[in-house]
Nanobody, 116 residues
Framework: QVQLVESGGGLVQAGGSLRLSCAASGSILGINVMGWYRQAPGNQRELVARFASSGGSTNYADSVKGRFPNSSDNAKKPVYLQMNSLKPEDTAVYYC?????????WGQGTQVTVSS
C-alpha cells in the first residue's frame, strides 16, 4: 500500500502562485509514476501533470503548460507542483497520484481556489 498526503492548497487571487506538495509513504519502492490530477465541481477528474521516475519524462495538460514550470524536483519524492499565473478556471480539488506495479493510489485531495 502507498499513502499519499497533499499539502499547500488554499485561496489565491488570479495571477498568483501556489505550490502543492505530495509526500508518499508505505510501499514506495516500485513507484514508477507520480502526478497530479484535479477535479472541479461537475467535471471529471483530469490530468494536470505526470512525472515518470525513470527516464524523467513529464507530461502536462495543455491548459497549464507554460504556467506550471517543469522543475527538476518533480521526479523526486516528495513531489511538488508549482503553479504560477493561476486563473479562476484552475479552481478544483487537486489530487496526488502514484502508480506502483500498475495500481493507482490517490491522496485525499487539497482544495485550490482562485478568485477573480
Amino acid at each position: 500500500q502507498v499513502q499519499l498526503v497533499e499539502s499547500g492548497g488554499g485561496l489565491v487571487q488570479a495571477g498568483g502562485s501556489l505550490r502543492l506538495s505530495c509526500a508518499a509513504s508505505g510501499s514506495i519502492l516500485g513507484i514508477n509514476v507520480m502526478g497530479w490530477y484535479r477535479q472541479a465541481p461537475g467535471n471529471q477528474r483530469e490530468l494536470v501533470a505526470r512525472f515518470a521516475s525513470s527516464g524523467g519524462s513529464t507530461n502536462y495538460a495543455d491548459s497549464v503548460k507554460g504556467r506550471f514550470p517543469n522543475s527538476s524536483d518533480n521526479a523526486k519524492k516528495p513531489v511538488y507542483l508549482q503553479m504560477n499565473s493561476l486563473k479562476p478556471e484552475d479552481t478544483a480539488v487537486y489530487y496526488c497520484n502514484s502508480v506502483r506495479w500498475g495500481v493507482n493510489y490517490w491522496g485525499q485531495g487539497t482544495q485550490v481556489t482562485v478568485s477573480s
